[in-house]
């Protein structure tokens, strides 16, 4: 959980869509990714609307838990 409190600056318990886009920034630029600005919001948008399952607008853990997941078993990226 570590890891998403580090990116709930707000500490409500969720990620909202700021916050979301600073922890997809940072784990884009960690694995060495780079998407063009427009391209960057594209994927964000999609993420968002991916994984905000129940539509409230911000990534609760259980969520959070499924992109991680995703990132790990999907893209084949080491998130470690």
């Known amino acids: 959980r570590e890891f ?3 990116f709930d600056n ?6 909202d869509r700021s916050e979301f886009r600073n ?3 940072t784990i884009i630029n960690e694995l060495g990714e780079n ?4 391209r960057n919001e594209q994927v ?13 607008g911000v990534i609760e853990y259980d969520e ?5 997941s995703f990132m790990i078993n999907e893209k084949g990226y080491d998130l470690k």
Not at 35 to 38: G, T
């Open 64 to 68: 959070y838990l499924e992109v991680m």
């Open 10 to 15: 707000n500490g409500n318990g969720v990620i």
């Open 44 to 56: 964000l948008n999609e993420a968002i609307e991916k994984f905000d399952t129940n539509r409230n």
């Open 4 to 6: 998403f409190d580090r």
């Open 35 to 38: 998407f063009p600005a427009k």
């Open 23 to 25: 922890m997809f920034t």
